[in-house]
Nanobody, 127 residues
Framework: QVQLVESGGGSVQAGGSLRLSCAAS?????????MAWFRQAPGKEREGVAS???????TYADSVKGRFTISQDNAKNTLYLQMNSLKPEDTAMYYC????????????????????WGQGTQVTVSI
């Protein structure tokens, strides 16, 4: 069983930056798991934001390309999401997700393919 704990959310003005962290409990190894960040705004479906595989290959939603960067620190078992040039439409609850084994890119933003989820961290971007 893997436990994921997100942190780093908060309130910022448009154009600002935040870095989200997702700490994974023991039992997680980056060589085993495929990781991703999702977000969900009120009244909207959960959507994939960024994903990263065991080799460090990352994918991004079109809405965040060039602004967000996903990365992982294997020694700390921690996943990050650096968010720059934030916009009000980035306001949402952000979730860290993990699964065992590889996942093809076309499925990397489909929530049902992920086995483990964190509790979420709120990001609010104001004008």
């Amino acid at each position: 069983q893997v436990q994921l704990v997100e942190s780093g959310g908060g309130s910022v003005q448009a154009g600002g930056s935040l870095r989200l962290s997702c700490a994974a409990s023991s039992g997680y190894t980056s060589s085993t798991y495929y990781m991703a960040w999702f977000r969900q705004a009120p009244g909207k479906e959960r959507e994939g934001v960024a994903s990263i595989d065991r080799n460090g290959w990352s994918t991004y939603a079109d809405s965040v390309k060039g602004r967000f960067t996903i990365s992982q620190d294997n020694a700390k078992n921690t996943l990050y999401l650096q968010m720059n040039s934030l916009k009000p439409e980035d306001t949402a609850m952000y979730y860290c997700a993990a699964r065992r084994g590889y996942l093809i890119a076309s499925r990397s933003f489909l929530a049902p393919f992920y086995e483990y989820w964190g509790q979420g961290t709120q990001v609010t971007v104001s004008i």
